[in-house]
């Protein structure tokens, strides 16, 4: 017998820990920008699981990856070498125009390992004293949930009754220059920034604030690390969000959109003489660089270095930004966002979770951020009718 959608989330509410809120749909099936829930309703995924579904559900060049690896070789552990991971690293390497490559599996340990890596730097190269080394960072930022990365969230939800917290960190206001400068000592060993705050609410930094935090980190020979990891792989139209404004990373952390969907794939991309510090048994990770995982991101690249998605990002980006600007007025007070990634600041008065709610039941996912804010990011695959269709759709919640 077949369970009904309010079985199955009543078995999550009761075996599940209550981590998550998540909006009260089932879903079973999705092939592309469409998702279908156990009753067989389906629904345009206005979400693209923060970044990870870039390339849709299902693309068939990853599946096929997937299946293809499934079939020989799933896992060694780093204890040998397998025939994925050279070709892995070095793909990802020169498609990101950088010359190394640690692999990891979530984005938070991407950033963790980026810390490690800064701190490691800091005290073998740039001469800071054992157990000085400071991390600058930004404040509302997001950058994982594990104890030392919410030991410099500014969102109390993450950090309340989680301490102690790991010290080492110094908190600046995003897009605050000055403060950072400021902030800057002789044991500075990096600054890490998200290009865009996406959990924040799609927030873009001023023009030239990026370009001013790279002369800053040069001027002071500081590491500046940018998590690529939910702005990156074509989301903003471009390979990297920090492209948009002309800077070159130390060192870059990638995440989400990597594992194309299927299994967690992360990885902090950079150059050699700061990778270059770790040394065996310093650092590493079990299911790090798998097999499964190469494969599936071998076949991610593949689909970057054609730069189709990168356009379709501009393009449809363009277009969904014209129109979603259109309804500041009428229910929407700011859109924030670059490329097929918009963050919709909604006029006081309104809720976004109800908005989410009530865009759930007219057949469109999507999900709110910080109260006031609607997050949308389809996937890239989405066609301009589809994305129309989606924005219909919040058009008419807004109007209703």
């Not at 130390?250 to 990778?275: E, H, M, N, W």
């Not at 066609?383 to 109007?399: K, Q």
């Amino acid at each position: 017998m077949s369970l009904s959608a309010a079985d199955l989330i009543a078995l999550d509410e009761t075996w599940s820990t209550h981590n998550y809120h998540p909006l009260p749909v089932v879903l079973a099936e999705a092939e592309g920008a469409w998702v279908t829930d156990v009753d067989g309703k389906r629904y345009l995924d206005f979400l693209a699981g923060y970044s990870a579904l870039n390339f849709g559900h299902r693309h068939p060049a990853l599946v096929a990856a997937a299946v293809e690896q499934l079939n020989t070789l799933t896992l060694t552990s780093r204890a040998f070498h397998h025939d994925q991971l050279g070709l892995f690293c070095q793909e990802l390497a020169e498609l990101t125009g950088t010359e190394m490559v640690l692999p990891m599996n979530s984005g938070a340990e991407a950033v963790e390992s980026a810390i490690k890596v800064a701190r490691k730097w800091a005290y073998q190269v740039k001469g800071v004293p054992d157990g000085r080394a400071e991390i600058i960072v930004a404040g509302s930022n997001f950058h994982g949930r594990t104890t030392t990365i919410i030991s410099f969230s500014t969102d109390s939800v993450a950090r309340n009754d989680f301490g102690p917290f790991t010290p080492g960190f110094q908190v600046v206001k995003y897009g605050d220059a000055q403060a950072l400068e400021a902030a800057i000592t002789p044991h500075t060993a990096a600054v890490l920034i998200e290009p865009v705050q996406g959990e924040a609410g799609v927030l873009v930094p001023p023009t030239g604030y990026l370009r001013e935090v790279r002369h800053l980190c040069d001027t002071h020979n500081a590491l500046l690390i940018v998590d690529e990891i939910q702005s990156g792989l074509a989301r903003t139209g471009t390979l990297l969000a920090s492209t948009h404004d002309g800077i070159r990373a130390d060192l870059y952390t990638l995440g989400k959109a990597l594992g194309g969907g299927i299994l967690p794939v992360s990885a902090v991309v950079g150059s050699r003489a700061v990778l270059g510090v770790l040394r065996p048994g310093e650092h590493g990770s079990t299911f790090g660089g798998n097999p499964l995982a190469c494969a599936v991101g071998r076949a991610v690249i593949r689909l970057l270095s054609t730069g189709e998605f990168q356009e379709r990002s501009t393009t449809l980006g363009a277009h969904l930004h014209r129109r979603l600007n259109a309804l500041v007025g009428h229910g929407v007070a700011e859109v924030r966002g670059r490329g097929l990634w918009a963050g919709v600041e909604i006029a006081p008065g309104r809720n976004a979770r109800t908005l989410s709610e009530k865009l759930m039941d007219r057949g469109v996912l999507c999900k709110e951020t910080q109260d006031t804010t609607l997050r949308i990011a389809p996937p890239l695959v989405i066609s301009r009718s589809d994305l129309d269709h989606g924005i219909d759709t919040f058009a008419e919640v807004l109007a209703g």
